[in-house]
């Protein structure tokens, strides 16, 4: 079964909030709320993937907040639809300057908020998609990178060291005997650590 999607609600109005747990709840998506932009900050350690933000708020405003977690490399990636009664196009600016995905003016009629909902989650979910490829196909290869080229590469992926050039190289093949009777003996990661301080230290 597909994992619902989930989409914290911030705004101070309870009624506001009830009424938007009650259409999306019923819709299938699971919701959290929070009453402030303090309070939304915490709430993002639950992974929402969608945040629907007010602005006028006590303590934080929805820009601040939508500006906050737009600059963490974290959360930067998780879409953000601004719902203000604030209609002038310099609020507009102002969203859209803050990093928001989408804005939309009080009061929101409830078939563009879902229609704009919908296709928000879409492309979200698209990218974490193609994100988790890359991130396993990474994985993959990294098996196959010695140590200090991942630091290299992770202190300074445009490093000149890390320019493609072209060289005479000498290829060295290690095994190790009986390899397939330690794999079986040794914890998971201990015989590729191993192989690779052998093939380090030739």
């Known amino acids: 079964m597909a994992q619902r999607s989930k989409i914290l609600i ?7 909030v ?23 900050l915490a709430r993002v350690a639950e992974a929402p993937d969608l945040i629907l ?17 737009k600059d963490n490399e974290e959360t930067r990636l998780i879409p953000i639809v601004i719902m203000t009664a604030l209609g002038a196009v310099e609020d507009r ?5 803050a990093g928001a995905d989408d804005f939309l003016t ?13 296709t928000t989650l879409k492309l979200k979910h698209a990218v974490d998609r193609r994100i ?24 300074n992926p445009e490093a000149p060291e890390l320019a493609k050039q072209e060289r005479d190289v000498s290829v060295l093949f290690l095994d ?5 009777h330690l794999s079986e003996r040794l914890a998971p ?4 650590t191993l192989v690779e301080r052998y093939f380090s230290t030739f």
């Open 176 to 180: 190790i005997s009986g390899y397939t």
């Open 93 to 97: 600016i102002q969203g859209i300057e």
């Open 106 to 118: 009080k009061p929101v009629d409830e078939r563009e908020l879902l229609a704009r909902i919908q």
């Open 18 to 40: 009830d009424l938007l747990e009650q259409q999306l709840e019923e819709l299938g998506y699971e919701t959290v709320s929070a009453a402030n932009g303090q309070e939304a």
């Open 132 to 155: 988790n490829e890359l991130r396993r196909v990474k994985d993959h290869f990294a098996r196959f990178v010695p140590e200090a080229v991942k630091r290299l590469v992770a202190a």
């Open 53 to 69: 933000l007010d602005v006028m708020m006590p303590i934080m405003d929805g820009f601040t907040v939508c500006r906050l977690l």
């Open 10 to 16: 911030v705004d101070d109005e309870p009624f506001n």
């Open 189 to 192: 990661g201990v015989l590729n």
